[in-house]
């Protein structure tokens, strides 16, 4: 899995469209004011963006920047079907606001993005009560697909699904007792097997993501000045708080007695 730094910013779509090209349709030489993309799910087309042709086809990402000059056309036997969005990006303070986007990305067809795509439009098209906040937050969820497809070296929608249903049962029972044997015997599949799997899908053992994900949700716990240390170290499943302050300090860099918010006139218990 390829790092990346973390953007912050909010999208504001100005316009969103699912496209189904006619035989005639092209897109005339126009300026893009703001950020765009296009995900083509059926079809090609060429684009001519500042000059430079490029061809898209089924599968492809186009994302132009504002300022970009772009037109098009479809192909008569091979008729583009896209979804399509312009947006402004609203961003945090000191970060820019840009999209980490090539101008053409080879993603491929993805079910779940093309999925997403389609909530979008419904939620674009009817605007019931609410529909903004809703458009917002599904562009932000594709958004995040994207980013992953683009910058990833493998896509975690191609792993097996089991190790996906994995990762969701650990996040609701990881104050339990887990261990990797008895999660391929809930999943139907060899331990060894498994443990490959996960390792190639997290970079991490099974115990290790396991620790990771307690010590994590521990933080949170002491965060919220609800909870002493040895409360938190039980309830998400450790054995004795010496161990819980070991792996705790390993993966966060501090005791857990720093997440303790400071209550006035009052002193914070361990």
């Known amino acids: 899995m390829?790092?990346?730094?973390?953007t912050n910013y909010t999208p504001e779509i100005g316009y969103f469209v699912h496209r189904k090209c006619t035989p005639n349709w092209f897109m005339y030489e126009q300026l893009v004011a703001d950020w765009s993309i296009t995900y083509l799910v059926a079809g090609a087309a060429r684009f001519t963006i500042n000059g430079k042709v490029i061809d898209?086809?089924?599968?492809?990402l186009l994302c132009l920047s504002p300022g970009t000059i772009r037109k098009g056309v479809t192909f008569a036997g091979n008729l583009m079907e896209c979804y399509a969005a312009d947006l402004v990006l609203k961003r945090a303070p000191g970060e820019a606001s840009s999209?980490?986007?090539?101008?053409?990305?080879?993603?491929?067809?993805?079910?779940?993005?093309?999925q997403d795509f389609q909530e979008l439009n419904f939620a674009w098209t009817e605007r019931q009560g609410g529909y903004a906040v809703r458009v917002r937050g599904l562009f932000l969820l594709i958004l995040n697909r994207l980013i992953s497809l683009t910058t990833r070296?493998?896509?975690d929608s191609d792993t097996d699904p089991r190790v996906e249903k994995l990762l969701r049962y650990v996040s609701l029972h990881y104050s339990e007792r887990l261990t990797l044997m008895d999660m391929s015997d809930m999943l139907g599949m060899n331990s060894s097997y498994l443990g490959t799997l996960f390792k190639k899908r997290i970079g991490?053992?099974?115990n290790q993501y396991l620790t990771r994900v307690r010590v994590k949700n521990a933080a949170n716990m002491l965060k919220s000045g609800e909870y002493q240390v040895s409360e938190v170290s039980e309830a998400c499943g450790f054995?004795?708080?010496?161990h819980f302050d070991k792996r705790f300090k390993a993966i966060m860099g501090f005791p857990p007695s720093k997440?303790?918010?400071a209550i006035a006139g009052r002193t914070r218990r361990s």
């Open 153 to 155: 070296s493998e896509d």
């Open 99 to 114: 999209l980490p986007f090539p101008t053409l990305s080879g993603i491929g067809l993805k079910m779940d993005l093309i």
């Open 56 to 60: 898209a086809k089924s599968g492809d």
């Open 2 to 6: 390829i790092p990346r730094k973390e």
């Open 204 to 206: 991490a053992s099974f």
């Open 239 to 242: 054995s004795d708080q010496f």
């Open 259 to 261: 997440c303790l918010p």
